[in-house]
């Protein structure tokens, strides 16, 4: 998939949209915003719009939306309408609009373009056919802070929601335009506390939206992320909560195209991910990683599992009629990814401004072959990237390759990596470590009923702490203890001792604060939320082994 002509425009760009058809291309220069059609590159339109940094067309291609961001001025104190929206065949103004935030900035449509609705002052204001100048219809609730428009045509349905004030729950309702009056018009509701924003998602059949509820502060403390709570509604008014066999954050929901399944990842590192079907019962467990987002491909045979942002980039592609992996690739200081609309391409690209150096991009096959791989020149910057978007079903469903496909720049596979020494211990043999966290394998890969059985998740933890308190009473016996294979630094009884009984008393004091710590670490692995000093006294591990190695030397 690509751009099928060459723009060449030497000016810096701001922004830049394909149409949903794929047939027009719109971009701002920084002097005005340009239109062109993606079969031959000539212009359709061109507006003095030099400040514009959002763009958007309509679906049926015959509005663009332009936005810049609101300022006053002397001439102007109540600033100026920062969102236009152009008649695509007229060049024309349609209409001037206030839009001061940035988010939620564009109109919604209907995909025939029959709805359009924008939310102003706390209401929905519902257009028709393009009417800006009428309001047809209005949905008023109170502090109505975000909606979602279904996908599709008509009937068009809406998803609102509504934060909860002064002990009353958040909700979320769905209607179906334009019955919008009265609680009894609503498909569906589901209340809940501890969310102070959300986000929603339709699938592809707009029969069912997932509400990821989400707090900016975890008040138990077990997670700077916040809290996160995922709930599902159907229009035929089900709800439910959707049950997380994890603790943690949910990094990414994700709809099947096929609209009969959800993959969520969720869960303290390494994190779960799990498929669902419509009753919210799993289906299918991945297992744990580090990862932090779902992509599934447009036509819905391929999921990709990802750890991008402040993890190392891994991309596990796998194929999710069999449950089988097919490539395991490596992207590192990946700040996107994308599917290309043919099913069998992705690109990933490292932008500013989450990034400033080592800007690029690379397309990949999903067997995890390197196709084509572009750098920026020093003292430039990659600022966005996207595929052509070509109409639905354009691409038909092929069947998935396990095989990496031929490339001259050969494959990338993700690293065994090695567990973490301070420098001051890297030259010692090394010594058998205990893991903070147990690696889960996908379900169909986990020992059966002949193999070892697996221990559950609270076995587990009575196990650690058996193991805990035996050492603490170790711990507390007068004579020397043997060394903890939780600590990287070997300390022989028989060693020979210096003689300083200062130096002895030093040492055993350090070792008895590393064992603390490898117990505090324990309990934070297997769940526990940990207090502030117990957090303090974590982090000093590395200066502590490496006073305890000084010492040593010493003797």
Not at 82 to 92: A, E
Not at 341 to 348: L, S
Not at 452 to 472: F, H, Y
Request: proline fraction near 7%; aromatic fraction near 10%; charged fraction near 25%.
């Amino acid at each position: 998939c690509s751009v099928c002509f060459c723009i060449r425009d030497s000016r810096l760009s701001r922004c830049f949209t394909f149409s949903r058809d794929g047939t027009l291309f719109s971009w701002c220069n920084g002097h005005s915003v340009s239109v062109v059609k993606c079969s031959d590159g000539s212009v359709v339109s061109t507006f003095d719009l030099p400040k514009t940094t959002l763009l958007e067309f309509s679906p049926l291609n015959n509005v663009l939306v332009t936005w810049q961001p609101y300022t006053k001025s002397q001439d102007s104190p109540q600033g100026d309408a920062n969102l236009q929206l152009w008649d695509l065949q007229s060049s024309q103004l349609i209409k001037a609009l206030f839009q001061k935030k940035v988010d939620s900035w564009c109109p919604s449509w209907s995909e025939d373009e029959k709805i359009c609705v924008r939310s102003v002052n706390n209401e929905l204001h519902f257009f028709e056919n393009n009417d800006f100048n009428t309001i047809a219809n209005k949905l008023h609730m109170q502090k109505v802070s975000d909606f979602e428009l279904s996908p599709g045509g008509q009937p068009s349905k809406v998803a609102v929601y509504v934060p909860g004030s002064k002990g009353a729950p958040s909700f979320v309702r769905l209607y179906q335009y334009p019955v919008l009056g009265g609680p009894s018009a609503a498909l569906a509701n589901k209340s809940f506390f501890k969310a102070d924003r959300v986000t929603m998602q339709w699938n592809k059949k707009a029969s069912a939206v997932l509400v990821t509820a989400s707090t900016e502060v975890d008040k138990t403390g077990a997670s700077y992320y916040g809290e996160q709570t995922l709930h599902y509604l159907a229009v035929n008014g089900e709800t439910a909560l959707v049950q997380l066999p994890k603790n943690g954050p949910i990094y990414d929901v994700a709809w099947s195209p096929n609209s009969a399944e959800f993959c969520v990842v969720y869960g303290f590192m390494p994190a779960k991910a799990t498929i669902y079907n419509l009753k919210c019962d799993p289906v299918f467990d991945f297992g744990t990683g580090p990862r932090n987002a779902a992509y599934y491909s447009p036509q819905g045979h391929i999921l990709v599992l990802a750890g991008f942002g402040n993890l190392r980039g891994q991309m596990e592609v796998w194929d999710v009629k069999k449950y089988k992996q097919v490539s395991k690739p490596e992207a590192p200081d990946a700040t996107h990814f994308s599917w290309c609309p043919d099913g069998e391409h992705v690109v990933t690209a490292t932008c500013s401004p989450r990034l400033r150096v080592s800007n690029g991009y690379k397309i990949w096959h999903y067997t995890g072959s390197v196709l084509h791989k572009w750098d920026v020149a020093a003292g430039s910057e990659l600022w966005e990237v996207r595929w052509q978007l070509f109409p639905e079903r354009s691409f038909p469903e092929r069947a998935v390759k396990y095989q990496a496909v031929p490339s001259e720049l050969g494959s990338t596979q993700a690293q065994t990596t090695q567990a973490y020494r301070p420098p001051a211990l890297r030259h010692l043999p090394a010594t058998p470590s205990s893991k903070l966290h147990e690696d889960e394998p996908p379900q169909n890969l986990r020992p059966g009923v002949s193999g070892e059985r697996s221990l559950s998740k609270s076995a587990l933890k009575n196990q650690k702490k058996r193991e805990a308190k035996k050492a603490a009473k170790q711990e507390s016996k007068p004579e020397p203890e043997p060394p903890s294979d939780l600590v990287s630094v070997t300390i022989s009884q028989s060693e020979p001792s210096c003689g300083d009984p200062e130096s002895d008393k030093k040492i055993k004091n350090l070792k008895k604060k590393l064992k603390a710590i490898e117990e505090l670490k324990e309990q934070q692995a297997s769940g526990k939320v940990l207090q502030k000093n117990q957090l303090e006294k974590i982090q000093k591990e590395g200066q502590l082994l490496q006073e305890l190695q000084e010492l040593k030397i010493r003797q």
